[in-house]
């Protein structure tokens, strides 16, 4: 399995980031090969609904989703990994996801087949410092919609809360146990994947 995992926090070692290397240490036990992208990294502009991809399905904006449009093609798995900012995703994760525009026109207006051939799945990490009940909601259904028009289908996520001071993730060691679980069981169906599934809207 190919793993193209983003980091969306702007805090390279933090809590998500720490979550998200547990993740794939398991999956790189369990054989996967595995890229970590910090979206805070790149240069991603967002997108400009210029409407030049509704011809093509193709973005014309040049800067680093060129290279990375080949890499989510090429990936049997997306992991996005976002702390909560605002009860929604990063700006460096939404950056991101708008530039899916051009994918959602090959899918839903050029009804083109996932490229490469293949669909992928997808998984989504998030760590919030409040409790509300509804902390993640809003971030599962845009990732949803994201993985849709990517040719990918969610199956879930790693979603805890009351977690804010960088590296407090460390004093919490089963939230990283249940990471590296889960990346060790990459290999088996997804439907028996440790995961959270019951926060989706």
């Not at 702007?10 to 998200?20: A, E, F, I």
């Not at 998030?126 to 809003?138: D, H, Q, V, Y």
């Not at 845009?142 to 009351?162: H, K, N, Q, S, T």
């Amino acid at each position: 399995m190919k793993i193209l995992a983003f980091q969306g926090s702007p805090r390279k070692g933090g809590n998500t980031d720490l979550l998200l290397d547990a993740f794939l240490k398991g999956a790189k036990e369990a054989g996967a090969k595995t890229e970590k992208i910090y979206l805070a990294k790149v240069r991603i502009t967002p997108c400009l609904e210029c409407g030049q991809c509704d011809q093509t399905g193709i973005c014309v904006i040049e800067d680093d989703m060129t290279r990375i449009y080949p890499k989510i093609e090429e990936a049997d798995l997306i992991v996005i990994s976002s702390p909560v900012f605002f009860y929604n995703l990063t700006a460096y994760t939404q950056a991101l996801i708008e530039r899916a525009q051009a994918y959602w026109v090959r899918r839903y207006v050029l009804k083109k087949p996932p490229p490469l051939g293949k669909e992928r799945l997808g998984l989504l990490f998030s760590i919030g410092a409040t409790k509300g009940p509804r902390l993640f909601e809003g971030m599962i259904r845009v990732v949803r919609y994201f993985f849709e028009a990517i040719y990918a289908r969610y199956e879930g996520g790693l979603f805890y809360r009351g977690i804010e001071k960088k590296g407090a993730i460390l004093e919490h060691p089963k939230a990283l146990a249940e990471a590296f679980h889960l990346g060790r069981s990459i290999n088996l169906p997804p439907s028996e994947w440790p995961v959270t599934r019951s926060l989706s809207p």
